[in-house]
């Protein structure tokens, strides 16, 4: 038999003879245009922008920048750093192990986009291009001299596809657009990365450390950011740069490293996160945390459904809602009917256990569609529950739930003489009462992940996998489709019953609203979905960033007001076109090193 | 890979029939109106290759189906060794027969030693909260799984392949994949359909040998193929399925040598054919030359699987 075996092509690092940019500067001094326009960009950042304080941030001050300065000087200083590398400066060579002439073009974009974001939206607030202060003027031209010169960097042209004389201007017309983004695409598109150096085994537990300390940082400021602005600015940073240091093949290399030390990187991660109220003076981000960690920890506990077993279910957020409404009534609040009030650990098993009942009793008929029609009877689910919920209130029914008054005053945690309604010193940091719950859902959190992570390397899970990949051969391996889709919604379900014993509590209120299909804040079903789906099915991560995205930005943007649906779907659109696979890739994903050139197709095919 | 160069001169002789494995009667199996298989009696004994072959559109993909429990035959049962077969496919399974399909139906996200893994399902029996608790009763027969795993794509020539994704690899080698994966499941008898669709020689070959392996481990083996060469080959008993019916069964130079077999693949003369008396003499040297193949020089051309010739079997039929 023959084994064929591709070597990764090693990356070419000088410019090919005749190679040329995007754009008709020479490529020499491009690259000196670039590194000094990242500097001059830095320098700027330290200059007054505006002249008066109306604009949000303190842009008027020498000396030190502020607000959106800060992250135009970061991007600054990610482009003079990359072009340095790009001249092969010694000891910043690890920048960039594969190329730095990619990474530069996107810093460069980075800056460029967030300055001149930063300067329109000063000129637009404050009603013309006079409210700006040299300093302005001076990093608008600084980031554009460096977007040019960074498009001048050469680039591995693809070839030319001559034309077919006999079409028709409109067909020539289409086939020349092509071939130019397939040039611009050319010149953005990364080199091979080099594999990553194998370091003793500490010095890889330190880079961990940096680089999630790193996400810790840029995770708080972007939940702190105090203005629309500001957020846009960071979403625009931190977008382009990440693909900045994708495209230097930094975050490939990181990634190897994680996947060398995946315990340390999960427990690091969890440390990451438990450090996360420590860096707030007030409750007011901490509440956002737990809200994400909630949202988060259900989009785990669906990924286990949609993206192991396959199975698209839309009514998802109902077995939230059940664990809430069941830890509410035996939480010993006036409006519950059960005059009962149970310590924490028998609420949690009585929400988990009920959401486990409802998820047999409603997959028990359901598994035994396949696809779309499987889909369509879980939202009808979801709905039943919500108009269950409003219709137990005495009236319409027997009084169970309150109707759509919902469960009220359900009183705060107290676990071994530990009030989570009150606020704690520790190590002298004040500890208030969203920050406990952040504590206690993570607790939760971890609770979930371990049962995906367990779950899905092992016998169950790779029958799982194989359900989603082909049922028919599944089967015939000897899987009982039915019993382990049944096992992977009835798991799924508890865990989902379990961050809803705690969201019951955080939120003081139960209400049937709380769990629509689809609604303008998360959780909802479509919500949770869409951070499955974005974040990346299959992978612990993706639901986490997913779900973290999909909570900031409509919380965050609040200008953007009866269009937020209409961003989100939209979003959503362009995600599917262009990373189909979600933002953080399955481990599958990567295993298809030799078909690089290939484009990715659609990974899990969702309960089909 | 062992490689059994058993060839067809001395295979049937050397097999004495052993208990039976797989015995089914008077299987029917009706799509409404249609009849696609109709009372067909098949057996397979431990220790042998039988082979089933018919052209397209003769029902034996059905009849497979019946027998793993796909389908549920219409009338007739269906027996392994000894007892009924159950309803559902993944019983089947259990029971001891493992299939591969017609049309690679491998996991194709999943790595080749997933793959194999996947076939071991029905002989471990680690649940969920064993795959959440981790006890060193998980870690065991974790282990288990894996070294057999591998043993068997050792068996299949892909150990070095095992952390590949299924669907990277060429197509002959899937189809190895999708036989290691199914003796994962430790079957008693191994149905295979068509497992040298398109393959070249030198992969049939290969395939070939490697049933003869299989067989050697002591596995029935029940396959469904074109390539003529490679049934003759191949099998101590071949059985003809057309439209639905057994026509013939027995050995190989039965079978070649069956005038009934020869007009089903190739039609039968028209009444008042000029070519009729040309085509009779034809048919009459290919019946002759068949009762003599009995070598692997020559491998019964009679009944080659050409697609031609079904085609036309087909028209003859409208």
Redesign the interface.
Known sequence: MTTQTTTPKTPSPATPGGATGLIGIPPHLGRALATGGGALTVVSTFLAWTWTSAFPGDLTVYGYPGGLQVLALIGGALTALLGLASYGVKGLRWLAPAGADPAVKFAALATLATTWYTVIAISAQLGGVVNLEPGGYLAAAATLIAFLGALALPFRHPDPDPFDPDSTSWERFRHTTAQRWGTVRAAFAPGTPRPAPTLPSWAEILVIVAVLGVALTVFTYGIGTEYDELFVGFLITAGLGFAALHRSGLIAQVTEITARHQNITICGAFVAAACFPFTQTDDQYATLGVYILIFATVALGLNIVVGLAGLLDLGYVAFLGVGAYAASLVSGSQSSPFDVHFPFWAAVLVGAAASLVFGVLIGAPTLRLRGDYLAIVTLGFGEIFRITANNLDGTSGPDVTNGSNGIAGIPDLDILGFDFGTHHDVAGVTIGRFANYFFLMLLITAVVVLVFRRSGDSRIGRAWVAIREDETAALAMGINGFRVKLIAFAVGASLAGLAGTVQAHVTYTVTPEQYLFAGTTPPNSAFLLAAVVLGGMGTIGGPLIGAALLFLIPNKLQFLGDYQLFAFGLALVLLMRFRPEGLVPNRRRQLEFHEEADAPAVLGKTGA | MTTDTTTQGNAPGATTPGRTVLDARGVTMRFGGLTAVRGVDLTVNSGEIVGLIGPNGAGKTTFFNCL?G?YTPTEGEVRYQGQLLPP???KV??AGI??T?QNI???????VL?NV??????R?K???W???L?GPG?HR??KA?RARAMELLDFV?LA??A???AR?L?YG?QRKLEIA??LA?EPGLLLLDEPTAGMNPQETR?TEELVFAIRDQGIAVLVIEHDMRFIFNLCDRVAVLVQGEKLVEGDSATVQGDDRVVAAYLGEPLDNDPGAAEAAEVEAAEAHAGTHAGTPADPGTPADPDPAAGQQNKETDR
């Open positions: 793993t796909l559902k496919s993944f399974t259990a493992a299939r399909f139906r491998l996991f194709a996200n999943m790595t997933e893994l996947v076939g071991r399902h029905t471990t680690e649940g969920f064993s795959a959440v981790r998980f027969a974790e799984s020539g070095a392949k952390d590949h994704l990277n060429p080698e994966r199914a499941s290969a």
